[in-house]
């Protein structure tokens, strides 16, 4: 069963739009601590589509930084990957040592056991 929600930082008041996300991508993604020069008026949107085991979720958004880590991942690891697929600007991710860039037209892979 196809099921859909919509997510529009839009809808809120502009003190509010930055939590609002972090609360998002952590149901929707992993756990996260995010960060962001632009948190005071965040903008974002999600279209989340639930296709049973798979969720396919276009998204855009401002600025940010990801950290998944080792404590994250302990309290709560749902065990799934992350395939992106960048369409537009570019995105770094680092891994420990390993560190990749990435630019529109770039697939990218994430584990939620994996620190980042």
């Known amino acids: 069963m196809l099921r859909e929600s919509v997510f529009s930082s839009d809808d809120l008041p502009a003190e509010d739009r930055f939590d609002a996300w972090r609360e998002r991508m952590n149901s929707t993604h992993a756990p996260l601590r995010l960060e962001s020069e632009r948190a005071a008026d965040f903008h974002a949107h999600q279209r989340l ?33 992350h395939l992106s697929l960048l369409c537009d600007g ?27």
């Open 90 to 116: 570019a995105a770094k991710v680092s891994w420990g040592r390993q560190a990749n860039a990435y630019r529109a037209g770039d697939f990218h892979l994430n584990d939620s056991s994996r620190s980042y």
């Open 49 to 81: 589509i639930s296709l049973g085991a798979v969720s396919m979720w276009p998204a855009r958004f401002e600025q940010l930084v990801f950290l998944r880590t080792p404590r994250l991942i302990r309290q709560s690891d749902p065990e799934v990957y």
